[in-house]
């Protein structure tokens, strides 16, 4: 054994009962853009093998291959042993950034959140605070969107859900994937400071703060949608959207929440035709803005965005809806990027909420 | 065979790199020890990593490396189990996945011409539309077509649709020396001298690198319908195969399982199989009529051999369902032991299709006598038999114990007068057996490898070349006495 990753050890039985199968090869966007097996889960899982045996030292190259992970978690769903290779690089991430291991771009989101408690630096966030039963986390993407944030909050109420907002802190998600562990857990501390809890279910507007609420809470957290599927009768839809749509389900959401039915009823509900798309669902592909991959290597987000958006428009719908604001983000970005490659017009990108605050009375 | 290692030292390296340019190479330390592995259980770090585009490159890294005696490993996704795509002696392994063109689909000539890293099921999904298929690997969504063809792959069709070897019609390939060369033919026949393209069906890419592969290709069934019987044992199972197949009726799929792989897939995927003795799972394929007919003279053999369990399904989903059950028996069986690892060894016996009941009596018999888990599956219809090895990797004991299980289980399936592999080759961890079982024709084969290799650099130390037991290279952090790595 070489030098001692304790917390990488652990794992160390995930990364001995990988059967080297190459099954989550095909299915790992990153592979699929580099080529080099290096790049692929199974690769990062020898990597990691490597690191607790002593037989590979934490270099350049392999530091790269670590970070160069969307966490889409699709490699563990698609793996026959359940093998929990994102589990695995994150372990490793940690590993390396104790080792000063990190880029100066992840430096500046970690210290814009632990300077600021917010993920932009934003110091000027507008907080929609309000007594109310449910207590809502808006996360730090939504609310530096204070308009399409402030219509969300009335399209909830409008569906007779009471939010109680109050002046929260970056839940600590993205310290997680860039590796920075003591910084996540004082994150979390402030966290529960900040937004205390009582019995009644929490709601959030974004799939990656979903998933890590509910590890810090240790109970169900719901997505918006969730809520508002099983609100949304046909007499409160008031203006249809009828469009041909495809929709993106986001990787925290469908892979990490399980959450796939409920959009698409929505979508359906307020009058969308949904054209799929070849990976969905459980098996969808990041829009190229996870895992930290947006802050690692931008050019490797924009590559992985536009093979997204390609997808998109080979459906021949109108348009392209997701429930996460950073794949908005990144396939708005990638709707331009197919343009300047086409010619054609981007394809418009929307936030489901958007769609619905149009379709709701 | 002494090993001596063939490495690539810095000028050679510069030398490839002039080849393919600096973004097609790799010598950073991640990237050999990645390169290091495969599927397998056995690993060693090349000197570095090519990806070639063309056979002209490749020919011109094969001149090079008979110049500087450096050994070229070819590999494709890096799939095979027993270690084929290892460096055992270093040198320089050719990554083909980037070679990944699908060149022409011909539907009128029967065939379809593609580069070899061509994933399996990527280049079914091409045909597909054409209404067409070649039977890939149970690793058929990972698997390249170059590594199929290299190791005779076959996958749970074979006993009516046949292995790699029967769809090759011809290939591009490049030799051992750096000559590039066409065998075979855009025919479906061909008597013109000797059939080189089938040499190098299986020959582990010791031969030659294949660069384009002409395969002929099946229709797609219009129908499929399936057929799952429960025995009280195992040998009224075994017996009912053996009447299936002398009915004659070829089904496209006929798996055989024992109590121990029923009770292992229903704790892991709640598909609720009956428990029994013995279980199949029959499929039959083809033109409706024919399944209807087909189905129903299964379901009257199974009866005759007192099936206390009969369903049958036309219904897609529920075939799927069944099939995913049974195709997650490796994963399943590590459910039994998940303190265990599950190694590839033993893995893909064949014997003679009425011997299946006895082979798999037989491996139960020898689980017995270890501490080590064998459970026994497999494709009965075929004669493949499949075990997995699970055992505590750090614990020597159980390693020494797999070997003799291990030769146990190989001396019976050649006493049967099975094959030590039917599917996945020989490479490092079956050469100790296959010495027993191709005695008289080791010679041969080695004559040939001489012959278009003489310098012996490509894919070194395989099959008839290693004499060591598989206990060498392994990739566990195991110490195990007098097996250190071999270099
Ligand atoms: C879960 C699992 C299930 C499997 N199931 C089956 C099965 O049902 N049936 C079966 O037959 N096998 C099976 N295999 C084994 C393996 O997938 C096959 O042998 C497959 O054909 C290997 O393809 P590959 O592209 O991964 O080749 P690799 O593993 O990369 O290489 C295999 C060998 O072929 C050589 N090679 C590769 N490409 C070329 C080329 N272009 N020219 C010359 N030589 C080349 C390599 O040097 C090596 O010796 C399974 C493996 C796994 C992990
Ligand atoms: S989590 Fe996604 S990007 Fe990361 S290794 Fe798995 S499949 Fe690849
Ligand atoms: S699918 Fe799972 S077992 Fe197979 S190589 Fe990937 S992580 Fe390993």
Known sequence: MGEKYSDLEKLKNE??????????????????????????????????????????????????????????????????????????????????????????????????????GNIFADLEVEFPIQEGDAPLFIGCQHLSRTN????????????????????????????????????????VEKLKEAFPVNDNTILTFCPGCKVHLEKIFGREVRHVLQEINERLAPDKIAK????????????????????????????KKIGCEIIEMKHVKESSRCCGGGGGILTWDAAMSDRLGLARMEEAIATGAEMLVTACPTCEQSLKKAARAAADKSGAKPMPVYHIMDLLFRAVR | MELAEKRAGAD??????????????????????????????????????????????????????????????????????????????GGVVLDLQGMNRIKEINPGDLLCVAEPGVVCDDLNAALKKYRFFIPGPASS???????????????????????????????????????????????????????????????????????????????????????????????????????????????????????????????????????????????????????????????????????????FTEDPKRIEELWKGRKQMLASLSVLKPEFSTIMLADDMAVPISKVPDAVKGFLEIQDKYDIYI???????????????????????????????????????????????????????????????????????????????PNNILNPYKIFDWDKSFLHNLRYPVQLAGKEKAN
């Open chain 2, 141 to 311: 969504e990972a698997a390249t077509i170059g590594g199929m063809a290299a190791t005779n792959a076959s996958g749970d069709k074979a006993l009516k649709y046949g292995a790699m070897r029967d769809y090759v019609l011809g290939m591009q390939a490049v030799m051992p020396t750096g000559e590039i060369v066409r065998f075979g033919t855009r025919t479906l026949k061909n008597a013109s001298g000797y059939q080189m393209e089938k040499l190098f069906i299986g020959m582990e890419g010791t031969l030659g690198i294949i660069t384009e592969i002409t395969l002929k290709m099946a229709p797609l069934p219009e129908k499929t319908a399936a057929c799952i019987a429960a025995f009280k044992e195992l040998v009224e199972a075994g017996q009912t195969v053996s009447d299936i197949i002398a009915a004659p009726i070829f089904p496209a799929q006929l798996e055989i399982m024992s109590d121990i792989c029923v009770k292992a897939v229903n704790k892991a995927t709640g598909l609720g199989l009956p428990e029994c003795g013995g279980f199949l799972l029959i499929a039959c394929d083809g033109h409706p009529e024919q399944v209807k007919d087909e189905i129903r003279k299964v379901k009257e053999i199974c009866e005759k051999n007192k099936a206390f369990f009969l369903d």
């Open chain 2, 12 to 89: 050679s390296i510069n030398a490839i790199r002039a080849i393919v340019g600096d973004e097609r190479i790799r010598t950073a330390k991640a990237d050999l020890y990645v390169y290091g592995f495969d599927a397998g259980m056995h690993c060693n770090i090349p000197d570095a990593v090519v990806r070639p585009r063309t056979a002209e490159e490749i020919s011109q890294i094969l001149k090079l490396a008979n110049e500087r005696n450096f050994a070229v490993v070819p590999r494709g996704a890096g799939t095979a189990l027993c270690g084929h795509a290892i460096p055992i002696a």
């Open chain 1, 15 to 116: 990364t001995l009962n990988c059967t080297m199968c190459g099954f989550c090869k095909n299915v790992c966007p990153v592979f699929l853009d580099v080529g080099w097996d290096t790049g692929s889960p199974r690769g990062r899982m020898t990597m990691a093998y490597g690191l607790i045996t002593g037989e590979l030292e934490p270099d350049d190259d392999l530091v790269n291959r670590i970070f160069q992970c969307t966490q889409c978690r699709d490699c563990w769903r698609r793996c026959p042993g359940k093998t929990k290779c994102p589990d695995v690089v994150l372990a490793a991430r940690r590993e390396l950034v104790r080792r000063g291991k990190t880029s100066a771009s992840q430096m500046a989101v970690m210290q814009n959140i632990r300077n600021t």
């Open chain 2, 375 to 453: 459970p026994p599956y497999g494709h009965a219809g075929d004669g493949n038999l499949h075990t997995k090895v699970l055992l505590d990797t750090e614990n020597p004991d159980h390693w020494h114990q797999a070997e003799k299980a291990v030769r146990e289980i190989y001396d019976l399936v050649l006493r049967l007068g099975g094959t030590v592999t039917g599917e996945h080759g020989v490479a490092i961890s079956k050469a100790e057996y296959f010495f027993i079982e191709r005695a008289d024709s080791i010679p041969f084969m080695r004559a040939i490898k001489r012959a278009l290799d």
């Open chain 1, 148 to 187: 399409s944030t402030k219509k969300n909050i009335r399209l909830l109420q409008s569906l007779g859900v009471s939010p109680r907002i109050v002046r929260e802190v970056c839940c600590g998600f993205p310290l997680e994937v860039m590796g920075f562990e003591e910084e996540r857990e004082k994150q």
């Open chain 1, 240 to 267: 249809p959207v009828n469009a041909k749509i495809t929709y993106h389900d986001p990787c925290d959401l469908s892979r990490g929440a399980k959450t796939t039915k409920e959009p698409r009823e929505i979508l």
